[in-house]
């Protein structure tokens, strides 16, 4: 009886592992999809901030406006052959810089990448993608709180 029983435990094992590989990985509670493609939910930070690290190339300004907080810029380059965008202030508080990302297209922020932690005005970085879905649009905040919403007069347009 117990042979059949582990017989038994190991079919039922094997049949559930190939359900899920047919039917494809769990994402993480809270992963955005868009077309069919779970955006990662996290930002990167690269050593000394994108715009002073040499491994980010390809940087240009894709965005950018003039505020009494400095000029605002969403900024692009490649980093280990993926292109990021993050935001960069110059001429400003270095501290309240925030680049907030849209996964869906509905140009509602979904995620938000705070400053890079090296003092240099700029963000941490996330993935483009060639969706239209995806969008990029800079700020800076009068405080530190990353996360809530951006005043208009100190914000990019979306890219």
């Known amino acids: 009886m117990t042979r059949?029983?582990?017989r038994i435990a190991s079919l039922s094992l094997g049949l559930l592992a190939a359900v899920a590989?047919?039917?494809?990985?769990?994402l993480p509670a809270g992963a955005a999809v868009a077309d069919g493609v779970a955006a990662q939910q996290s930002c990167s930070s690269v050593t000394n901030g994108p715009e002073a690290n040499s491994g980010v190339t390809?940087?240009?300004t894709v965005r950018s406006i003039t505020t009494s907080r400095g000029t605002i810029q969403?900024?692009?380059g490649y980093f280990n052959g993926v292109r990021y965008g993050w935001a960069r202030v110059v001429n400003g508080a270095v501290w309240g810089i925030v680049m907030k990302v849209d996964h869906n297209g509905d140009r509602v922020v979904?995620?938000?990448?705070?400053?890079d932690g090296w003092f240099s005005g700029t963000s941490d970085m996330y993935p483009t993608s060639s969706s239209s879905d995806r969008a990029f649009k800079a700020c800076v905040r009068a405080d530190t709180e990353y996360t809530?919403?951006?005043n208009p007069a100190h914000q990019t347009a979306w890219w």
Request: hydrophobic share 25%; proline share 12%; charged share 20%.
């Open 74 to 76: 969403v900024r692009s």
């Open 4 to 6: 059949k029983r582990t």
């Open 58 to 60: 390809g940087k240009q």
């Open 21 to 26: 590989l047919a039917v494809g990985p769990s």
């Open 148 to 150: 809530a919403p951006c």
């Open 110 to 115: 979904d995620l938000s990448c705070g400053p």
